[in-house]
C-alpha cells in the first residue's frame, strides 16, 4: 500500500511515494486435508444397483502471524481441527436399455476462504468499500438429495428429469453494511439454516437421421442442440440479531431460475466445429442487507457466446471466438421504499466483448 505524500518539507515542490502498509495487512495461513474413501458395489438384481461410500476427511488450518484490529496487539492462531464424514449412496433402477430411475444421496462441505476467516480488512477498489473477516465464521454443510429419470432415446442423445432437495446447515453469506454517511463494509457470516430445492431439465438432441434428407435437410445433419433449465425454491431461516433484515427469504447466490441452450455444429469432413451457448440466471441476491440496509439484487442479463474452428489438413487448426456478443450491461440495484418499488442501482458496467483468435500447427 502507497500514499502520495504533499505535505513533507522535503517534498514542497513535487511528489513522493511513502509505504502505508500496516501490521495489520498480512498473515500467514496453513491448510492441511488428509482424506480417504471407501466405497462398495452392490448388484441387488440385473436391474436394481447400489453404490454407496464414505469419505473420511481430517481439515486442518492455521492462520496466525496478524495483529488484531488494536495496531501492533499481538494475537492468537485461529485454529480449526475437523474430522468429517461425507456419506453417498446412488441407487439404480434400469427400467430397460433406454430408461433408467435413480435416487442419490450425498453430503458435502462449503469451507470458508481464507480471507474470510482472517480478521482481516481489505480496500475492494472494485466494490468501493471495505472487506473484513471474521475469525469464528464456520463451515458449511450441505445434504444433498436426488431423483432422476433418464431415457435415452437414441446414441449420443438424452432427456432427463431431476427433483433435487438440499438441506444447508451454517451457510455462509456476505452482508452489505452501512459504516455511515456513503461508506459501506461487506462481511462474511453463518446464517443458522436454509434450503433449496427444484427441477431440472436436460436435453441433448442431434440431427443425423436427416443425412437422407433433401439438399436443405441435410444441412442440419451435422448440428446438435443441448438444452439445461433449472426452477429453483430456495429459503433461508435465521434470527441473527444484528444482521437480520427478514428473519426468512432467499438464499443469497440461488437465482429461482437457469437457462442454458447451446447449438453445435461438427463436421468432421470439412473440418467445421462450431459453438454457439446461450446463458441466463434470474434475479438473485448478491449481497445481504441488513435492517438499515436493503438488500443488494444481481439482475438478469443475456450472455451469448461463439466459438469457430476450422481445420486445414492433419496439421494446421484456426480457431477464433467471442465472449460475450450481447454486451448487455451488469446491473446490481436495492429497493427502496415503504413497498420497495424504488429501484436503484449501486453498481452498473458493461463488461465489454472478448475477442480471440489462435492458430495451432500439430505436429
Same mark, same amino acid.
Given at each position: 500500500?502507497?500514499?502520495?505524500?504533499?505535505?513533507? #518539507?522535503?517534498?514542497?515542490?513535487? $511528489?513522493?511515494?511513502? &509505504?502505508?502498509?500496516?501490521?495489520?495487512?498480512? +498473515?500467514? %495461513?496453513?491448510?492441511?486435508?488428509?482424506?480417504?474413501?471407501?466405497?462398495?458395489?452392490? #448388484?441387488?438384481?440385473?436391474?436394481?444397483?447400489?453404490?454407496?461410500?464414505?469419505?473420511?476427511?481430517?481439515?486442518?488450518?492455521?492462520?496466525?502471524?496478524?495483529? /488484531?484490529?488494536?495496531?501492533?496487539?499481538?494475537?492468537?492462531?485461529?485454529?480449526?481441527?475437523?474430522?468429517?464424514?461425507?456419506? *453417498?449412496?446412488?441407487?439404480?433402477?434400469?427400467?430397460?436399455?433406454?430408461?433408467?430411475?435413480?435416487?442419490?444421496?450425498?453430503?458435502?462441505?462449503?469451507?470458508? /476462504?481464507?480471507?474470510?476467516?482472517?480478521?482481516? &480488512?481489505?480496500?475492494?477498489?472494485?466494490?468501493?468499500?471495505?472487506?473484513?473477516?471474521? @475469525?469464528?465464521?464456520?463451515?458449511?454443510?450441505?445434504?444433498?438429495?436426488?431423483?432422476?429419470?433418464?431415457?435415452?432415446?437414441?446414441?449420443?442423445?438424452?432427456?432427463?428429469?431431476?427433483?433435487?432437495?438440499?438441506?444447508?446447515?451454517?451457510?455462509?453469506?456476505?452482508?452489505?453494511?452501512?459504516?455511515?454517511?456513503?461508506?459501506?463494509?461487506?462481511?462474511? /457470516?453463518?446464517?443458522? @439454516?436454509?434450503? *433449496?430445492?427444484?427441477?431440472?431439465?436436460?436435453?441433448?438432441?442431434?440431427?443425423?437421421?436427416? %443425412? &437422407?434428407?433433401?439438399?436443405?435437410?441435410?444441412?442440419?445433419?451435422?448440428?446438435?442442440?443441448?438444452?439445461?433449465?433449472?426452477?429453483?425454491?430456495? /429459503?433461508?431461516?435465521? *434470527?441473527?440479531?444484528?444482521?437480520?433484515?427478514?428473519?426468512?427469504?432467499?438464499?443469497?447466490?440461488? @437465482?429461482? +431460475?437457469?437457462?442454458?441452450?447451446?447449438?453445435?455444429?461438427?463436421?468432421?469432413?470439412?473440418?467445421?466445429?462450431?459453438?454457439?451457448?446461450?446463458?441466463?440466471?434470474?434475479?438473485?441476491? %448478491?449481497?445481504?442487507?441488513?435492517?438499515?440496509? #436493503?438488500?443488494?439484487?444481481?439482475?438478469?442479463?443475456?450472455?451469448? &457466446? $461463439?466459438?469457430?474452428?476450422?481445420?486445414?489438413?492433419?496439421?494446421?487448426?484456426?480457431?477464433?471466438?467471442?465472449?460475450?456478443?450481447?454486451?448487455?450491461?451488469?446491473?446490481?440495484?436495492?429497493?427502496?421504499?415503504?413497498?420497495?418499488?424504488?429501484?436503484?442501482?449501486?453498481?452498473?458496467?458493461?463488461?465489454?466483448?472478448?475477442?480471440?483468435?489462435?492458430?495451432?500447427?500439430?505436429?
Amino acid at each position: 500500500n502507497f500514499y502520495l505524500d504533499q505535505t513533507t #518539507p522535503y517534498n514542497q515542490h513535487g $511528489l513522493s511515494y511513502r &509505504d502505508a502498509t500496516r501490521a495489520k495487512d498480512s +498473515y500467514n %495461513a496453513t491448510d492441511n486435508l488428509q482424506a480417504g474413501y471407501v466405497g462398495v458395489n452392490i #448388484p441387488f438384481t440385473p436391474k436394481i444397483n447400489l453404490y454407496g461410500g464414505v469419505r473420511v476427511e481430517h481439515w486442518n488450518r492455521e492462520i496466525d502471524n496478524f495483529y /488484531e484490529i488494536v495496531e501492533g496487539a499481538e494475537s492468537q492462531a485461529i485454529v480449526r481441527d475437523t474430522t468429517d464424514f461425507f456419506l *453417498s449412496a446412488n441407487l439404480s433402477y434400469n427400467i430397460n436399455e433406454k430408461n433408467l430411475l435413480r435416487l442419490s444421496y450425498g453430503k458435502t462441505t462449503n469451507r470458508p /476462504e481464507f480471507r474470510e476467516m482472517a480478521p482481516f &480488512d481489505y480496500q475492494d477498489f472494485e466494490l468501493f468499500a471495505i472487506v473484513y473477516g471474521k @475469525s469464528d465464521l464456520k463451515a458449511a454443510y450441505i445434504q444433498n438429495y436426488d431423483i432422476r429419470y433418464e431415457f435415452y432415446p437414441r446414441p449420443g442423445e438424452m432427456i432427463t428429469l431431476a427433483g433435487f432437495y438440499k438441506d444447508f446447515t451454517d451457510p455462509i453469506e456476505t452482508f452489505l453494511n452501512n459504516g455511515g454517511g456513503t461508506s459501506y463494509s461487506y462481511n462474511p /457470516e453463518n446464517t443458522e @439454516s436454509a434450503y *433449496s430445492a427444484g427441477i431440472e431439465l436436460d436435453i441433448r438432441k442431434r440431427f443425423d437421421m436427416l %443425412a &437422407d434428407a433433401g439438399s436443405f435437410g441435410r444441412f442440419f445433419k451435422d448440428f446438435t442442440v443441448v438444452f439445461n433449465t433449472s426452477l429453483i425454491k430456495s /429459503e433461508i431461516n435465521t *434470527s441473527l440479531q444484528t444482521y437480520t433484515r427478514d428473519t426468512v427469504r432467499v438464499m443469497s447466490g440461488q @437465482s429461482p +431460475y437457469i437457462v442454458n441452450l447451446g447449438l453445435f455444429y461438427n463436421n468432421a469432413g470439412k473440418g467445421w466445429d462450431v459453438n454457439l451457448n446461450y446463458n441466463i440466471v434470474g434475479k438473485r441476491i %448478491a449481497y445481504v442487507g441488513t435492517p438499515t440496509n #436493503p438488500h443488494t439484487w444481481e439482475l438478469p442479463r443475456n450472455a451469448l &457466446d $461463439l466459438t469457430v474452428q476450422k481445420r486445414f489438413g492433419e496439421h494446421f487448426i484456426l480457431k477464433a471466438g467471442v465472449n460475450d456478443i450481447l454486451n448487455q450491461p451488469v446491473k446490481f440495484a436495492q429497493y427502496h421504499g415503504v413497498n420497495e418499488d424504488i429501484e436503484v442501482f449501486t453498481r452498473k458496467y458493461v463488461p465489454n466483448r472478448q475477442f480471440s483468435a489462435s492458430i495451432t500447427w500439430i505436429l
